[in-house]
């Protein structure tokens, strides 16, 4: 946070000797807002992934083949099974991520309180000028009358207003030094909670691979295999280019 001066061209007198920066509240809202719309984007990302894995896998488990093939049912079985675990370790991953989101939830209120404090430093400026106006006039009865109303009224507003300028002087440090208390381990519990959810996906991926894949076989001999299945394919005349 910054402290400065409040400068005052009217009324004469300095009313406020220290004050507030609303441009740190500002610049750390935007930062926030910012770090908020990332994180939705990587959360709703990551929630379309794990739902489109989930509706390919059903949509291959429902596929007719599965009444024609034990060995294709099995296989799409285990991949369903798979995706459902991957999505709720996904949506155990993505609650973590809500902690980052409530922090920007305080800023309205925030805004709020120094809007109040701002409008209350113009009622009061405006009064300390009426009564200044009034203490440079001559001293006649009903000047005298009129200095002594504008003071009465200028007395509670000063008062609501460093009372509102306290509170800020005091909280606005707190608030603004709060930010790393907050995000830290906010975010060492997205890392821990990162860290959870691959581990969980290799175990998950390496027993589904365990259970459908064929073994012996490398990656290449894979690709050939289904390589030379797709020419056999393509070799029927249903299928052949005109």
């Known amino acids: 946070y910054t402290w ?8 004469k007198k ?5 004050t507030v ?13 910012k770090l908020h719309k990332d994180m939705k984007k990587s959360t709703e990302a990551d929630i379309a992934m794990s739902k489109a894995a989930v509706k390919i896998s059903g949509d291959l488990l429902s596929n ?3 009444e024609q093939d034990q060995a294709f049912l099995e296989s799409m079985t285990a991949l369903d099974t798979a995706m459902k675990r991957m999505d709720a370790f996904n949506q155990e991953k993505i609650s973590v991520c809500v902690c980052v989101f409530r922090y920007s939830s305080v800023f309205p209120s925030l805004n709020m309180a120094v809007k ?7 009622d009061y400026k405006r009064l300390q000028a009426k009564v200044e106006k009034y203490e440079e006039k001559e001293k006649t009865g009903p000047i005298m009358v009129k200095l002594h109303q504008a003071r009465e009224e200028l007395r509670p507003v000063k008062e609501d207003f460093e009372a509102k300028n306290k509170q800020l002087l005091e909280e606005m440090p707190k608030f603004y030094n709060s930010r790393i208390d907050y995000f830290q381990p906010s975010f060492e519990a997205l890392i821990r909670a990162q860290v959870v959810y691959f581990t969980e996906m290799h175990k998950i991926f390496s027993e589904l691979t365990d259970q459908i894949d064929e073994g012996g076989l490398t990656d290449e001999q894979r690709e050939q295999q289904n390589e030379a299945k797709l020419n056999e394919l393509r070799a029927l005349s249903i299928v052949a280019d005109d």
């Open 4 to 11: 400065i001066p409040f400068k005052i061209g009217q009324p």
């Open 116 to 122: 109040r404090r701002e409008q209350a430093l113009q």
């Open 14 to 18: 300095q009313i406020v000797s220290k």
């Open 64 to 66: 007719p083949l599965c």
């Open 21 to 33: 920066r609303s441009d740190t509240s500002e610049t750390l809202e935007d930062q926030t807002k």
